[in-house]
């Protein structure tokens, strides 16, 4: 591969790995009961993860943890609409 293989300014080729949102590719589940499961296991993973950084002592770790268990309670409370 090389540079003009890659997109560039005035190219509508998507970038690699890209799904838009109309494509029949793109699941939009955020409504299914399934998907908030999901969430909740997610969360279950993350607070455990939060836990252990809290008693490691690790703040990178908690502070990634904190992130990523705000990101999901968004989603779930999002999802409930």
């Known amino acids: 591969m090389n540079a003009r293989d890659l997109p560039g300014i005035g190219d509508s080729a998507a970038p690699?790995?890209?799904?838009?949102?109309?494509s029949p590719d793109f699941i939009d589940?955020?409504?299914n009961e399934d998907h908030i499961a999901l969430l909740m296991d997610?969360?279950?993973?993350w607070v455990d993860t939060f836990k252990?950084?809290?008693?490691?002592g690790s703040?990178?770790?908690?502070?990634q943890a904190?992130?990523?268990?705000?990101s999901i309670?968004?989603?779930?409370?999002?999802?409930?609409?």
Not at 42 to 45: F, K, N, S, V, Y
Not at 73 to 81: F, G, T
């Open 66 to 70: 904190q992130d990523f268990i705000v």
């Open 29 to 31: 589940d955020e409504c």
């Open 42 to 45: 997610d969360l279950d993973g």
């Open 16 to 22: 690699f790995g890209y799904v838009p949102p109309n």
């Open 52 to 56: 252990g950084a809290v008693k490691s």
């Open 73 to 81: 309670l968004k989603s779930a409370k999002e999802a409930m609409k």
């Open 59 to 63: 703040k990178r770790r908690a502070d």
